[in-house]
């Protein structure tokens, strides 16, 4: 039986504005809204079914309501096509993300706070390991489901963008070496939101093609580091690292002595000349100190 006959569903709301957050509903909305998601996967699952079975192209939207037990204009309700069906997620999980990045602590920093956005996208993927490997071979394979993935990517990346810009214009708020003015903040901003939604693809991916095994949030707090390290390398007074007070001269991690020096000389006075020194890893630190001062000292007196 059609279970429009047995159970009233809502019209669904089409693609949100980005970062936009709809009004809290009531009891009776939030059941309804749990219909809906239900009705959602319900739909998304039967068309990854017949997809695999029998092609992306060979497939019809009949055949995905009929598969779920449902009519042609059920299917209409929750989506606009079929490519539509193979991301049933992402407006619930980009409404999650806004709210995280608005209710982040403004002592936060910025990039922090876009990273934690990010491993909210992943955790979606990684909830469902079998269905999204399964979505990642079929998208390899279709053209179009490829740009449908690419459009979504986007609206997670204009989101991150919109935020960081929105700290920028909080001048009290942001940490003096992010704050450059003029067209540079908006650079810096989108450069930011683009590295870390691309990170999050190449970690997401790397998973994927190992058939969704690994400790998936591990990779991407390794990248995370990464794009920290590239685009804050030194920590201004008083910016908080989820609940570590950053001190000057600091990078935020409590051990190395080579790490503070590092910073200490980048954090020089900008009319010095720059020294690139190459030691293997496993020298010992005192001899790379060492061989640094010595470097120093030539530099100096030649």
Not at 14 to 31: C, M, S, T
Not at 32 to 42: L, Y
Not at 288 to 293: A, G, Q, R
């Amino acid at each position: 039986m059609d279970r429009e006959q047995s159970t009233a569903q809502p019209q669904p709301p089409r693609e949100p504005v980005d970062g936009a957050r709809p009004a809290e509903p009531g009891p009776g909305g939030r059941r309804a809204a749990a219909q809906r998601r239900q009705m959602r996967q319900e739909l998304a699952a039967a068309a990854m079914d017949l997809f695999a079975n029998q092609g992306y192209e060979e497939t019809t939207v009949d055949q995905i309501a009929a598969e779920a037990g449902v009519a042609r204009r059920t299917f209409f309700r929750y989506f606009r096509s079929k490519e539509e069906a193979i991301f049933p997620d992402h407006d619930d999980t980009l409404v999650r993300v806004a709210d995280l990045l608005a209710s982040a602590e403004p002592d936060e920093h910025p990039l922090d706070v876009v990273c934690r956005g990010i491993k909210e996208v992943l955790r979606m993927y990684a909830s469902t390991p079998g269905v999204s490997v399964a979505r990642y071979q079929l998208i390899r394979q279709v053209p179009a489901l490829r740009e449908r993935e690419i459009a979504v990517v986007a609206r997670y990346e204009r989101l991150f963008t919109r935020y960081l810009l929105g700290r920028f214009d909080a001048a009290e708020q942001i940490p003096p070496g992010w704050q450059r003015g003029g067209d540079d903040d908006s650079m810096l901003a989108e450069v930011s939101a683009a590295a870390v939604v691309a990170a999050h693809n190449h970690v997401l991916r790397r998973w994927l093609r190992a058939g969704g095994h690994g400790d998936v949030e591990a990779q991407l707090d390794h990248s995370f580091e990464v794009i920290r390290g590239t685009f804050w390398a030194t920590a201004p007074t008083g910016v908080r690292r989820r609940g570590t007070l950053v001190a000057p001269g600091a990078t935020g991690d409590t051990g190395s002595a080579l790490e503070a020096a590092a910073v200490s000389a980048l954090s020089a006075s900008p009319g010095g000349e720059v020294l690139i020194t190459v030691a293997r890893t496993d020298a010992p630190l005192d001899l790379v100190l060492d061989s640094i001062k010595s470097a120093l000292g030539d530099a100096r007196t030649a």
